[in-house]
């Protein structure tokens, strides 16, 4: 069963137009382990999830020559 930590995890991905490759890689779990998470048959530490998506977008922003941020560049 689908938890609503599930969906949101799910619908924020898509938001930040990630793939669910691009964000395993972020949290170093395999894809389809983090599919599973999605799915609601694994279980999820959403802030950590969520902050990682957050983090990620930024990152990929800079890097593919999208908008720069406001603040430090590190």
Do not use: H, W
Request: aromatic share 2%; no cysteine; hydrophobic share 35%.
């Amino acid at each position: 069963m689908k938890t609503k930590a599930a969906e949101m995890l799910r619908a924020l991905r898509l938001q930040k137009r990630l793939t669910q490759e691009d964000v395993a890689d972020r949290l170093r779990v395999s894809q389809s382990y983090y599919s599973a998470v999605e799915r609601g048959r694994k279980p999820a530490d959403v802030p950590a999830a969520m902050k990682t998506v957050n983090v990620m977008r930024r990152r990929m922003d800079r890097t593919a020559g999208g908008v720069k941020k406001a603040g430090r560049e590190k």
